[in-house]
C-alpha cells in the first residue's frame, strides 16, 4: 500500500503542471458549482431573512406539492417539455448536417470561409438577436413594410402564439448551428482517409461515403452529445426566451427557468419555493441522462460512460 503510495504521488510531482492547469478549472467548479449547492436547503424551509437559511422553519415538501398545484408552474413544466423536447428534433441534427456539407466542400480555403460564417452569429448576444427580430418584424418593421408596400395589411408577428416557436427554433439554428458543427468538423478530420478510399474502389459516390463512412465514424460523438443535450432538456433556452417573450405569447412561452425568475423577482419572493422548483428541474435532467444513456446503451450496446 505504502509503494503504491509513494507511486501515485511520484506520478503526480511528474505531472505537477498538467495538475497545476486542472486546479483552476477544479476551483471553479468547486467554487460556485458545489459550494453554492447548500443553498438546497432552502427547498425544505420556510425562508425568514432575520433568521438566515439554517434558522429558518423545516417545511418538509410542502414546496415541492405545491409545484404540482399550481397552474402557473404545471403550465412552464408542459412547455419546458413541449419546447426543449422539439428542440431535439429540429435543431440536434442540424450542426450534424452543416458538418457534412461543409466536409463536403472541395478546398481548405472555401471550407474554413463557409465555417467563419456560420460561426460567427454564436458571438452574437441573444439581446442583439433578439432586438434584430424585432427590427424585422415588428409592426412597424421591415417585413411589414414590404407586406404594406405590396398592397398587403400589417400582421403583428410578435403576438402570435403559433409563430414564437418557430421564431425560438429558426434563431436558435442560426445563431447556434456552426458554433455546434465545430466538434464534429472535428471528429470528421480525425476519420481514416483510407476508408474513403476503399469506398472509391467499391464505387461509392460522395453521398454513400458520407452516409457509410462519415456518419458511422462520428457516431460516438453524436451519441455523446445528444445524451448530454437530452441531460439538459428542462434547462436549456433561457436567455433566448427571456428577451424574445412578451405578454401576448406568454402562455406558450413560459419555461421553467423564466417561471424560477419571474415568482423570485418579479412577484413578492418566495426563495423556499423557487429553489424546490429548480431543484426539481435539476431532478428531472438527471433523470433523463441516465434514462437517455441507458436507452442507447441497450440498442446501441454503448453509451456515453463507456
Excluded: C
Excluded at 412547455?79 to 472541395?106: D, G, S, V, Y
Aim: no cysteine; net charge positive.
Amino acid at each position: 500500500m505504502q509503494i503504491r503510495t509513494r507511486r501515485l504521488f511520484r506520478d503526480i510531482w511528474k505531472a505537477r503542471y498538467v495538475y497545476m492547469l486542472l486546479s483552476f478549472g477544479l476551483a471553479y467548479f468547486i467554487v460556485f458549482h458545489y459550494v453554492p449547492m447548500s443553498g438546497i436547503v432552502l427547498a425544505f424551509k420556510k425562508y425568514n431573512a432575520r433568521l438566515g437559511i439554517w434558522g429558518s422553519d423545516w417545511t418538509g415538501l410542502d414546496h415541492f406539492r405545491r409545484i404540482f398545484i399550481t397552474p402557473g408552474a404545471v403550465a412552464a413544466i408542459k412547455n419546458t417539455f413541449e419546447i426543449n423536447l422539439t428542440r431535439l428534433l429540429f435543431q440536434f441534427p442540424m450542426p450534424i448536417l452543416l458538418a457534412l456539407l461543409i466536409n463536403e466542400m472541395r478546398g481548405t480555403r472555401i471550407k474554413r470561409i463557409y465555417q467563419t460564417i456560420f460561426t460567427f452569429p454564436h458571438f452574437l448576444s441573444w439581446v442583439v438577436v433578439s432586438t434584430i427580430l424585432m427590427n424585422f418584424l415588428a409592426n412597424s418593421g421591415m417585413v411589414n413594410a414590404v407586406i404594406v408596400s405590396i398592397g398587403g395589411k400589417k400582421y403583428n408577428f410578435l403576438s402570435d402564439e403559433r409563430l414564437f416557436r418557430p421564431l425560438l427554433y429558426i434563431t436558435q439554428n442560426w445563431k447556434e448551428m456552426g458554433w455546434s458543427s465545430i466538434i464534429y468538423i472535428a471528429a470528421i478530420s480525425s476519420i481514416d482517409l483510407s476508408l474513403y478510399e476503399a469506398a472509391t474502389v467499391d464505387g461509392a459516390g460522395r453521398f454513400k461515403q458520407a452516409l457509410y463512412v462519415t456518419l458511422p465514424g462520428i457516431k460516438a460523438t453524436i451519441i455523446t452529445l445528444f445524451i448530454l443535450q437530452v441531460g439538459r432538456v428542462m434547462n436549456s433556452g433561457f436567455e433566448q426566451i427571456f428577451y424574445m417573450q412578451n405578454p401576448a405569447v406568454k402562455s406558450v412561452s413560459d419555461i421553467l427557468d423564466t417561471y424560477i425568475y419571474s415568482i423570485t423577482f418579479d412577484a413578492v419572493p418566495n426563495y423556499g419555493f423557487s429553489t424546490a422548483v429548480g431543484l426539481f428541474k435539476s431532478v428531472i435532467n438527471l433523470v433523463m441522462l441516465i434514462g437517455a444513456n441507458a436507452i442507447i446503451k441497450k440498442f446501441n450496446g454503448s453509451g456515453m460512460f463507456n
